[in-house]
């Protein structure tokens, strides 16, 4: 094993350790936290895969959180188990994006984020207005955690095994994703639509796939964050939510596997870490996000790729100042 190889076992070992230990090192409200940045990240991880990879701009993530949120907190109310609703919300979510695709196969950047804008108001106004359906404003409180394998996930350090057993389970299927034949279909619809069909990718197919996949780990979010916090209204579902899962993914790396699991973190955490300078910590926050994304648009792991690459770059063939000899 090479010396990378082996300080990136133990780096992951490392991480792996301070993740598992967490309950031990952290109160109850510092198990929340981390509880929600593995919730968080899933639907990160699905935004990635349609914007970083499939190069398709999506402000609904935040929709597809808040789709998976109420279809399992109405499911479960109504005595439906646990894992039957949160399979539930992630097929409506599924097919939601797939239908929300066919705008991407006709219009690109910008207008396909207009697109994506207005399904995220139509979100809204729907799970506001619809009181018969999702309680208006009210929300809905008092939703069960589920019992995972005999065991009740009704403390925080519980829940927080579970969201992380789980974000476990969907980074591993994104892994595999993006290293099978779907995964170069989707980064060379990324880089030139054109040339992707010229080469025999079925656009039309993958770019609906994106939105569909990408979707369904927005529902699956929305699953568990609803037994998470235990209360949902349509507030916590607006535009700003979807722009915050835009934000994790561009400042951790779009295009990048582990970018949204540090975005996710920076999001999350990093506020709550500025909060010693009162009602200044907003504003620093926005200043930071500002200077990353100015001088390293690739994110944060853009900036390690891009040193590693400078590194790794063999130097130039020394060359002698005078290459001929004189009589």
């Known amino acids: ?71 399992t907190a109405l499911l479960t109310g109504a005595g439906v188990p646990y894992f039957v609703a949160f399979a539930a919300s992630g097929g409506v979510a599924f097919a939601i994006g797939w239908c929300l695709g066919y705008p991407a196969l006709r219009v690109q950047h910008h207008f396909l984020a207009f697109v994506t804008l207005a399904f995220s108001i139509l979100v809204l106004l729907v799970l506001r207005n619809e009181q018969w359906l999702t309680n208006g404003t009210y929300g809905i409180n008092d939703i069960r955690r589920p019992t995972v394998l005999g065991f009740s996930t009704n403390r925080n350090a519980d829940f927080y095994y579970f969201a992380l057993a789980m974000l476990a389970i969907f980074a591993g299927i994104q892994w595999w994703i993006v290293h099978s034949p779907w995964g170069r279909a989707f980064k060379a619809l990324r880089e030139n639509p054109l040339r992707a069909a010229s080469l025999g990718v079925d656009v039309r197919r993958y770019t609906l796939m994106a939105f569909a996949i990408g979707s369904a780990y927005g529902g699956f979010a929305g699953a568990l964050y609803a037994p998470l916090v235990q209360f949902i209204e349509p507030n916590s579902f607006q535009l ?29 955490l990093l506020p709550e870490w500025l909060r010693f300078t009162g009602s200044y910590y907003l504003m620093l926050y926005a200043l930071m996000v500002m200077l990353l994304l100015a001088f390293f648009p690739r994110g944060l792991i853009g900036v390690a790729a891009t040193l590693k690459e400078r590194f790794a770059r063999p130097a130039p063939p020394a060359t002698s100042a005078m290459n001929t000899t004189t009589p």
Not at 21 to 49: D, E, M, Q, R
Not at 247 to 268: D, Q, S, Y
């Open 240 to 268: 700003g939510y979807s722009i915050k899962y835009l934000l994790m993914v561009i400042v951790g790396g779009a295009g990048f596997f582990f970018g949204p699991l540090i975005g996710a973190a920076i999001e999350l």
């Open 1 to 71: 094993m090479s010396g990378a190889r082996l300080l990136a076992f133990a780096a992951g070992a490392t991480l792996v350790g301070l993740l598992l230990a967490v309950p031990f090192l952290l109160k109850s409200y510092g198990i929340y936290l981390v509880a929600l940045w593995a919730v968080t990240s899933i639907a990160a991880l699905g935004l990635n895969l349609t914007l970083g990879y499939a190069g398709q701009i999506s402000l609904a993530q935040g929709a597809f959180v808040g789709i998976g949120a109420y279809a």
